[in-house]
């Protein structure tokens, strides 16, 4: 693709970037719009009660499920990103696929810990720190299923609000992502 904008179009740096970028989110966004409407064809209802029997009847074996796709692909957006459109299909309910995203992240700090043994004494220290702080994660949320469900009914909740009015979204990322790291580093800085 970069090739295509630069010898074809006459795209470069900044220009070219951010083409590339556009490009990028339209190919993600396609995607997951596709694998959506096409992951209900593929799941058969039995298939789909299954799964979320036995994930919902057993939380470990979804941490274990979501630690091991982790490791394998060494990579937590993957698995996250496999995940969000069978919760959009309805395949998937978040009851039974939570324990799959919180295995994700304890399974991405042992990607980080193989990675840290050729990084010295200071990388695995913080390679230690992010799995131990996961770890706790998950033994502050998953042990005691009403807690378990604070995450998810917040979700739910989040969901009810973007469906009636997508601007919250654009309010709710502008608020997390923008507004409320720029009030931390100024409370920081004061």
């Known amino acids: 693709a970069k ?3 630069e010898d074809t179009v006459g795209l470069e740096g900044s220009l070219l970037a951010g083409a590339l970028f556009v490009l990028a989110l339209v190919l993600i966004i396609g995607s ?3 694998i959506t409407k096409n992951m209900k064809a593929l799941m058969a209802d039995r298939i789909e009660e299954w799964l979320n029997r036995v994930l919902r009847r057993s939380g470990l074996l979804g941490l274990a499920i979501g630690a091991c796709i982790t490791v394998v692909v060494q990579s937590s957006s993957i698995t996250t990103s496999l995940l969000v459109p069978m919760f ?3 395949v998937l309910t978040l009851e039974a696929g939570f324990p799959i995203m919180i295995g994700a992240n304890i399974g991405t700090t042992i990607t980080a810990l193989l990675a840290s043994t050729v990084a010295g004494p200071a990388g695995l220290t913080i390679a230690v720190v992010h799995l131990l702080f996961n770890l706790c994660g998950t033994a502050l ?3 005691v299923k009403r807690v378990r469900r604070i995450p998810i009914f917040l ?3 989040l969901a009810t609000v973007a469906v ?3 601007l919250w979204v654009v309010v709710y990322i502008f608020g997390v992502f ?3 790291p720029i009030l931390a580093i100024m409370i920081w800085k004061s």
């Open 3 to 5: 090739s295509f904008f």
């Open 32 to 34: 997951l719009i596709l």
């Open 88 to 90: 959009g299909a309805g």
């Open 141 to 143: 949320f998953f042990p």
């Open 155 to 157: 979700a739910e909740g």
């Open 164 to 166: 009636r009015n997508r």
């Open 178 to 180: 923008v507004a409320l």
